[in-house]
């Protein structure tokens, strides 16, 4: 339902910002003459990729292609300034955690001047031009309901609390004017909704009625297709279902599924496995390559027992898995049953730093590796925890859909550490649940930093 200009002016706006980063970083280097011998081709080409990275990142998380038509000049530009700085920022970091890339700094300091004046200079210019056109682009189609069923008010409600649709409710067609809630404009009856749509200029009709007026419905839709009206069916499904749910067409017969699963797309599974594979050799390889050996000794020398706390814990479709961590308790009996408590007297003095850290997770890499565990995803829990809990609370199971995570969408907005309460655990299967359904790999990046970000932090849930 989104404006048919929408796209392709989004579209004209990302080919030009990259042609604009390209250009510009190849002409810095032209002025420069003297220095671009002295860079290696592989150097350089992997520069230019991964400042297309940087701004392909930056640009995203600041959401500078969404709504191009619709937002307002001045949150415009300040999400394209807030993109540069952001950008800017990890062409630095970049910079300092790549060494050996060799890139003179001469281009650069041509280029971080040359490329926001030319990028805030371009969308200054398109928003001039959207000024004096956006009316004809924005032409919004207006359009009816009939029916006031719970369907027809809800797909109402959207459309107007929807505006970057560029759609316009006029109201809802009825037989009886007291079944339409005062908030909606009423429009007269069902039998003269065809007529007063062609008189009013409403382009198209979005029927809403029961099934059980499939006449009347059959009768409309040829109405309407005379005049010229687009005519649309919308299922009262939530008269009789009290869920969500999403349509999948299988040829022309509709069947109806409670959420998406972005990861039940094979190439989807590809990209997330592909990242963990990435990812977990690299912590593996730079980071516990030695930092197993030190933690080794460190547990060793403090209290008797193994170096590594083996777990089974409930994994993908529920399968048991054994869950790798750095001991940080004494051996004991109730492990397997019992959460760590605050103050709790099973933790060692090195038990209680590698916790508040995290780094006795770290282990959990070498379970991503082989396939047990993801990168991001929810929490694996002990197989008590998933007996007790797929009892209390309604659609806990569904998170074992997913492979578990090391780190997930409900650890970084609080949902982590103790779960005294079945409150707690309600709200981390909810946080569960909304990572199942909106998953994407940027989405992953993001857990990832904000994790980063978070065991920087002193959190008081983690003992």
């Not at 805030?120 to 682009?137: D, E, M, P, Q, T």
């Not at 496995?273 to 000794?297: C, E, K």
Request: proline share 4%.
């Amino acid at each position: 339902m989104a404006n048919k200009y929408s796209t392709l002016f989004k579209w004209i706006n990302v080919v030009v910002d990259y042609t604009i980063l390209n250009i510009s970083l190849y002409a810095c280097f032209i002025l420069t003459e003297s220095h671009i011998r002295s860079v290696d081709v592989y150097d350089l080409r992997l520069t230019v990729v991964l400042l297309n990275f940087c701004w392909f990142y930056s640009s995203t998380i600041f959401s500078t292609y969404s709504y191009i038509l619709k937002r307002d000049a001045v949150p415009m530009m300040s999400s394209n300034i807030g993109a540069l700085c952001v950008f800017m920022a990890m062409a630095i970091i970049v910079k300092f955690t790549l060494p050996h890339l060799y890139i003179p700094p001469t281009p650069f300091i041509y280029y971080f001047t040359v490329f926001p004046v030319l990028i805030l200079s371009w969308r200054f210019a398109f928003l001039l031009l959207r000024k004096y056109n956006r009316k004809h682009w924005l032409h919004s189609n207006s359009i009816a309901i009939i029916g006031a069923t719970k369907a027809g008010v809800d797909f109402y409600e959207y459309v107007m609390a929807n505006p970057q649709l560029d759609y316009y409710a006029a109201g809802i067609y009825e037989n009886t004017h007291a079944k339409v809630p005062a908030h909606v404009n009423y429009l007269g009856q069902i039998e003269q909704c065809i007529s007063h749509a062609k008189e009013n200029r409403i382009q198209e009709i979005y029927c809403a009625l029961p099934y059980t007026e499939n006449n009347v419905i059959e009768q409309l839709m040829q109405e309407a297709d005379k005049h010229m009206i687009r005519f649309r069916l919308v299922p009262d499904i939530k008269g009789t279902i009290h869920h969500n749910f999403m349509v999948e067409m299988f040829g022309y017969t509709p069947v109806l599924k409670p959420r998406q699963e972005p990861l039940e797309n094979m190439a989807n599974e590809i990209i997330k496995r592909g990242f963990d594979i990435l990812f977990s050799a690299l912590v593996i390889v730079l980071l516990l390559s030695w930092l197993v050996p030190v933690m080794a000794i460190i547990i060793k020398l403090e209290s008797r027992g193994p170096v590594f706390f083996k777990q089974l814990r409930s994994g993908k479709n529920n399968k048991p898995f054994y869950c790798l961590k750095f001991r940080s308790m004494t051996v004991n009996s109730e492990s397997d049953k019992v959460q760590a408590r605050k103050n709790d007297a099973r933790v060692t003095k090195v038990g209680r730093f590698i916790r508040k850290t995290s780094i006795d997770e770290l282990p959990q890499f070498f379970n991503v590796l082989m396939g047990d565990m993801s990168v991001v995803g929810p929490r694996p829990h002990m197989l008590k925890h998933t007996e007790d809990y797929s009892v209390l609370i309604n659609n806990y199971m569904v998170r074992h859909f997913l492979t578990p995570g090391i780190t997930g969408w409900a650890q970084v907005n609080g949902y982590r550490g103790e779960t005294k309460e079945t409150a707690a655990m309600l709200n981390r299967v909810k946080a569960d649940l909304w990572y199942l359904e909106n998953w994407s790999i940027l989405l992953d990046l993001k857990i990832v930093f904000l994790t980063i970000w978070q065991v920087l932090r002193n959190d008081d849930n983690i003992y």
